[in-house]
């Protein structure tokens, strides 16, 4: 089960690390994100 409050931890990691980085660099993590949330999308029950 996804936690909500752990992907929103993770996306404000993220953006924070975003200030330092520029944006392609953590081209990984953004499709990480998006690994997780489709995971999370198909694990529902109907």
């Known amino acids: 089960m996804v936690r ?3 992907l929103a931890g993770a996306l ?3 953006l924070v690390a975003m200030t330092v ?3 392609l660099h953590v081209r990984h ?3 990480l994100f998006g690994v ?3 995971v999370s999308i198909w694990g ?3």
């Open 29 to 31: 993590v953004w499709a």
């Open 12 to 14: 404000a990691g993220t």
């Open 4 to 6: 909500p409050n752990a």
């Open 36 to 38: 997780v949330a489709a």
């Open 44 to 46: 529902r029950r109907q």
């Open 21 to 23: 980085y520029e944006l």
